[in-house]
T-cell receptor
Framework: DAKTTQPTSMDCAEGRAANLPCNHS???????VYWYRQIHSQGPQYIIH???NNETNEMASLIITEDRKSSTLILPHATLRDTAVYYC???????????FGSGTKLNVKP | EAGVTQFPSHSVIEKGQTVTLRCDPI?????LYWYRRVMGKEIKFLLH????????ESGMPNNRFLAERTGGTYSTLKVQPAELEDSGVYFC?????????????FGQGTRLTVV
């Protein structure tokens, strides 16, 4: 089931950029890369998604390599409230039938 | 704009009893999904509605689980009879049917405890 590989955990200093990597070497041409996060016990929260171009919104930037086999989510100025589990997901069917995996636990420290 | 709303937020029931979870999606969202996280494991897909029709129910664990979405608005997920292994957090999500990739919005979840 796993289509992505992410580090189990990462630390980031408050105010610094957090760069979360994701490997998806078996991604197919029409699969999108999505990023969600789950803060404590809340429901997953959408962050950003992309196909092959880099994307940016008010929350984050998504950098996808040219071969699309990996991507990086960038939180430009991490705050304590960004402490969460971040999930990198590839989605084929546009049905949001996501496989969440284990994600990366990002710890933002003062 | 109201988000995805789930009721109840918590439910504690005895093994063998019946529980019904409810999800109110964002108004106008034709897609509705149920997910769950049990026993500290990963979040797993259960099923997907498009309006009132079940598009994909491949994640439903067994026939003790019944999901409905009458009228294509809110959805219910009934567990009957509940077993201990059903304990976990049940999430509902909704998204628009736009023909292009879009994001799903998740509710806060219902924490179900079967004792």
């Amino acid at each position: 089931d796993a289509k992505t590989t992410q580090p189990t955990s990462m630390d980031c200093a408050e105010g610094r950029a957090a760069n979360l990597p994701c490997n998806h070497s078996t991604i197919s041409g029409n699969e999108y890369v999505y990023w969600y996060r789950q803060i404590h016990s809340q429901g997953p929260q959408y962050i950003i998604h992309g196909l092959k171009n880099n994307e940016t919104n008010e929350m984050a930037s998504l950098i996808i390599t040219e071969d699309r086999k990996s991507s990086t989510l960038i939180l430009p100025h991490a705050t304590l409230r960004d402490t969460a589990v971040y999930y990198c997901i590839v989605d084929l069917y546009n049905f949001n039938k996501f496989y969440f995996g284990s994600g990366t636990k990002l710890n933002v420290k003062p | 704009e109201a988000g995805v709303t789930q009721f109840p937020s918590h439910s504690v029931i005895e093994k063998g009893q019946t529980v019904t979870l409810r999800c109110d999606p964002i108004s106008g969202h034709d897609n509705l999904y149920w997910y769950r996280r049990v026993m500290g494991k990963e979040i797993k897909f259960l099923l997907h509605f498009v309006k009132e029709s079940k598009q994909d129910e491949s994640g439903m664990p067994n026939n003790r689980f019944l999901a409905e979405r009458t009228g294509g608005t809110y959805s219910t997920l009934k567990v009957q009879p509940a077993e201990l292994e059903d304990s976990g957090v049940y999430f509902c999500a909704s998204s628009q049917e736009t023909g292009i990739h879009t994001e799903a919005f998740f509710g806060q979840g219902t924490r179900l405890t079967v004792v």
